[in-house]
């Protein structure tokens, strides 16, 4: 029969949402505290991040973190994803955070002295 058929154009751009994700990705609507919490007397220190969030739903969180002193990784919470550059400790959260959300999550690492950490920011909140 060969007949016509009209191509349809998808339109899935949602202009004033884009502009709501870009407002807040920073991470500017996370706040983050974290501390040392023990050790298991073979090198491994666990360390808490407390992160809190306010606004609006969160749906991904990441979180960098520098250290006194390079580290590796030996496991998480399981609800992050950690990676490691020098002292640069970057978890990656992919799990949904409430608007006013708290969340608590834990990485041990294995260093050859104590580490503290010095500084710990988010930087990516995904709307
Ligand atoms: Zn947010």
């Given amino acids: 029969m060969g007949a016509y058929v009209?191509?349809?154009?998808?339109?899935?751009?949602?202009?004033?949402?884009?502009?709501?994700?870009?407002?807040?990705?920073?991470?500017?609507?996370?706040?983050?505290?974290?501390?040392?919490?023990g050790q298991d007397g073979s090198g491994s220190y666990r360390i808490v991040f407390k992160v809190q969030h306010t606004g609006h739903q969160s749906y991904g969180q990441t979180i960098v973190a520098t250290l006194s002193t390079s580290f590796t990784v030996v496991e998480t919470d399981g609800t992050v994803s950690a990676s490691v550059s020098g002292n640069t400790l970057t978890l990656v959260r992919n799990n949904q955070l409430n608007d006013t959300g708290l969340v608590e999550l834990w990485v041990k690492v294995n260093a050859a002295t104590q580490p503290t950490v010095l500084s710990v920011a988010a930087t990516h909140c995904e709307h």
């Fill in 6 to 37: 009209k191509p349809v154009i998808l339109q899935n751009e949602d202009v004033s949402e884009g502009v709501f994700a870009a407002s807040g990705s920073d991470g500017s609507c996370l706040s983050v505290t974290s501390w040392l919490d």
